[in-house]
C-alpha cells in the first residue's frame, strides 16, 4: 500500500473516500450499498470499527471512522476484499441489465494491473484525512450527509437512506450503529 493511503495515527479519527475504478456508477442499486453496510457492520462487531458517519454514493463512499482494535488501514482493506467478491457475485446472481459490461470492465481493470486475481472493483488505496479538531469534523460530516444534495437525489440530507444523516437528525434509519461524534 502507498505510504500516502496510510493511516498514521492509529487512534485517530479519519475521514476516508473509497472510490470505484473508473468512477463506474456500480452502487445504484439498493443490493450494492448492502453488501457495504453489511460489511461495515461485520467490522464493527468483529474488529472495533466505529463508524461516526456515512455515505454511499453511486460510484464512492463516504466515511468517518476509528477503530479501538484492528488498525484502520487493515480494516478498510478488509472491507474493500471482501466487497468487491460480493459484488461480483451480487452481479452475477441479480437481474443486472448492465451485468455483461461491469464484469468486463472490473475484468479489463483487474488485466491491466496483473495484480488483482479476476476483477478490480475498487482504485487502490484510500483517501483519509485525519480529523484533529472541531471544526474539521463539522465540515466533513457536513460534506458528507450534503453529497446527496449537492447530486440532487434528495433536498434534504435526512432523507437519504443510505447515509447517516438522519442519525444526527434523531431520526436512525437502522441501517448501521451510529457512533456520535459531536
Given at each position: 500500500?502507498?505510504?500516502?493511503?496510510?493511516?498514521?495515527?492509529?487512534e485517530?479519527?479519519?475521514?476516508?473516500?473509497?472510490?470505484?475504478?473508473?468512477?463506474?456508477?456500480?452502487?445504484?442499486?439498493?443490493?450494492?450499498?448492502?453488501?457495504?453496510?453489511?460489511?461495515?457492520?461485520?467490522?464493527?462487531?468483529?474488529?472495533?470499527?466505529?463508524?461516526?458517519?456515512?455515505?454511499?454514493?453511486?460510484?464512492?463512499?463516504?466515511?468517518i471512522?476509528?477503530?479501538?482494535?484492528?488498525?484502520?488501514?487493515?480494516?478498510?482493506?478488509?472491507?474493500?476484499?471482501?466487497?468487491?467478491?460480493?459484488?461480483?457475485?451480487?452481479?452475477?446472481?441479480?437481474?443486472?441489465?448492465?451485468?455483461?459490461?461491469?464484469?468486463?470492465?472490473?475484468?479489463?481493470?483487474?488485466?491491466?494491473?496483473?495484480?488483482?486475481?479476476?476483477?478490480?472493483?475498487?482504485?487502490?488505496?484510500?483517501?483519509?484525512?485525519?480529523?484533529?479538531?472541531?471544526?474539521?469534523?463539522?465540515?466533513?460530516?457536513?460534506?458528507?450527509?450534503?453529497?446527496?444534495?449537492?447530486?440532487?437525489?434528495?433536498?434534504?440530507?435526512?432523507?437519504?437512506?443510505f447515509?447517516?444523516?438522519?442519525?444526527?437528525?434523531d431520526?436512525?434509519?437502522?441501517?448501521?450503529?451510529?457512533?456520535?461524534?459531536?
Open positions: 500500500m502507498s505510504e500516502k493511503y496510510k493511516v498514521r495515527n492509529l485517530g479519527v479519519y475521514f476516508i473516500t473509497c472510490t470505484v475504478i473508473d468512477w463506474v456508477d456500480l452502487l445504484t442499486r439498493p443490493d450494492y450499498k448492502q453488501v457495504i453496510i453489511d460489511s461495515l457492520k461485520h467490522c464493527q462487531k468483529k474488529k472495533g470499527l466505529q463508524v461516526h458517519a456515512f455515505v454511499i454514493m453511486s460510484n464512492h463512499f463516504h466515511a471512522l476509528s477503530s479501538t482494535e484492528t488498525p484502520l488501514n487493515d480494516i478498510v482493506r478488509d472491507i474493500k476484499k471482501f466487497t468487491s467478491k460480493e459484488f461480483i457475485k451480487t452481479i452475477v446472481e441479480i437481474n443486472e441489465s448492465r451485468r455483461v459490461w461491469l464484469l468486463k470492465k472490473f475484468s479489463f481493470a483487474a488485466n491491466r494491473i496483473k495484480r488483482a486475481e479476476n476483477y478490480k472493483i475498487w482504485k487502490d488505496g484510500f483517501h483519509q484525512i485525519e480529523l484533529t479538531d472541531m471544526a474539521m469534523v463539522w465540515q466533513k460530516l457536513d460534506y458528507i450527509h450534503m453529497n446527496p444534495v449537492k447530486d440532487m437525489i434528495v433536498l434534504e440530507p435526512k432523507h437519504y437512506y447515509s447517516s444523516a438522519a442519525f444526527y437528525e431520526e436512525d434509519n437502522g441501517l448501521l450503529t451510529i457512533n456520535p461524534i459531536v
